[in-house]
């Protein structure tokens, strides 16, 4: 078997000349793209307004940073006119695992080459981006921030993997309440590049799906100086938890039990979580409701009983199992419930399955994605007659119960280690 190609760099040499040629800049902000269409256009030029109206006193460099897209992504991309004096556009095509971590580690490449004081990234498929999200990002970097988390506004059933593991395990585990840890848009302080770039991660699959999650955990767990920017609605991609979600939920969460390991002497020690400040203006939009398919959801849960039931059973504790069980013969889909104690410990001794079993890891996430599937059914049950901020109450204190349970997690962890 030949051993993957590792790469010192995921800037191509053309492309090292020409930010060589730029010679300093400022700001960078980067737009990892793949497949992106004409989103990229409203993208690039909101970021460019925001750059323009709040930061006409500093060189800025915009990068789509492309992971080889065969549609006219780059020739969009191209296209779009920045009529600035202080404003530099390019877009790149990366070298390396294909993802948006690699496409990420371009971008924090060419901010070194460039000394640059602020790094801010924005997905390119944005639809609600506007230009005030530059300055809520980049502001807090040049105040002394190093990692600026984005704080949305968001519809009740909109994130659904941030509400039911990612941002309650960051809680409970690392001791910083920060809200959408995968949220995909950041501002970074030259110092964080440098350090994420010196991190041997890149032929890993953080340079995938992951890299948010990364970038979140490393930033806690080293110490540096966190906060949230206030952006409002987020509006992008495919919201409905019962399509198809590829790579991407085994990537982030592989990667979230993955530092686990990695991490342990220092999560073990946090006892209790504190608020990470938000910063920005208030933004007042509202935003737009959507449904999810949830007998889609639960019909997969079922189908995955039947595939999956012997390893449940194996890694669940048989109290939890036998109320998995309960559901599966429920056939009253209007009080499909699954209680929030049940799934903490599903996902607490998934983790510690995780941990032990290296060679089985991916197949392991694969059967936690019918429960998860069945969590976010009874989720969507019980927000049903809740506004937003009864939804917002009713996640903060289902953090509180992963919280409260972690006890239950470490005593299960040093018994599988």
């Not at 004409?38 to 992971?67: M, P, Q, W």
């Not at 009253?332 to 996902?347: A, C």
Request: glycine share 6%; hydrophobic share 40%.
């Amino acid at each position: 078997m030949n051993e993957p190609i590792r790469f010192s760099t995921a800037l191509r040499e053309p492309v090292r000349e020409l930010i060589e040629n730029l010679g300093q800049a400022d700001i960078v902000v980067g737009i990892p793209s793949y497949y992106s269409g004409t989103s990229l256009i409203h993208v690039i030029r909101s970021v460019a307004k925001g750059l323009e109206i709040n930061y006409r006193d500093k060189k800025a460099l915009i990068i789509v940073s492309d992971g080889g897209s065969t549609d006219d992504s780059r020739e969009i991309a191209e296209r779009v006119e920045i009529n600035s004096f202080n404003i530099e556009k390019t877009v790149i095509i990366y070298r390396g695992i294909a993802g948006k971590g690699s496409s990420l580690r371009a971008v924090f490449e060419a901010a070194r080459f460039l000394r640059a004081q602020a790094i801010a990234v924005f997905d390119s498929d944005l639809i609600s981006i506007s230009p005030d999200w530059i300055k809520n990002v980049l502001e807090p970097v040049f105040n002394g921030y190093d990692l600026v988390a984005p704080y949305y506004r968001r519809y009740k059933l909109d994130g659904t993997v941030t509400n039911t593991i990612a941002y309650n395990l960051t809680r409970a585990l690392y001791g910083l309440r920060v809200r959408q840890p995968i949220g995909g848009d950041f501002g970074i302080s030259s110092k964080l590049a440098r350090h994420y770039l010196d991190q041997d991660v890149w032929e890993t699959d953080v340079a995938k799906f992951g890299i948010d999650i990364y970038m979140t955990t490393v930033a806690i767990v080293d110490g540096f100086n966190i906060c949230q920017a206030r952006l409002g609605v987020k509006i992008h991609g495919q919201k409905d938890p019962a399509a198809d979600l590829g790579p991407m939920f085994r990537q982030v969460i592989g990667i979230t039990f993955h530092m686990m390991s990695m991490y342990e002497n220092f999560w073990q020690k946090i006892t209790k979580s504190k608020d990470v400040p938000i910063l920005g203006e208030l933004v007042d939009q509202v935003p737009a409701s959507f449904e999810i398919d949830i007998n889609g959801l639960i019909d997969y849960f079922r189908l995955g009983f039947g595939n999956f039931g012997e390893i449940w059973e194996r890694i669940l504790e048989p109290d939890d199992f036998e109320a998995i069980k309960e559901l599966v013969k429920d056939k009253d889909r209007k009080k499909f419930f699954l209680p929030i104690e049940v799934w903490v410990r599903t996902v607490y001794r998934y983790a510690s399955a995780y941990t032990i079993s290296p060679r089985q890891r991916m197949k392991i996430i694969d059967t936690l994605i019918p429960l998860y599937y069945a969590k976010v059914a009874s989720l969507v049950i019980e927000l049903r007659d809740k506004n937003l901020e009864e939804s917002e109450m009713k996640f903060e204190e289902d953090a509180q119960v992963f919280e409260s349970m972690k006890e239950y997690l470490i005593n299960n962890w040093r018994k599988g280690a």
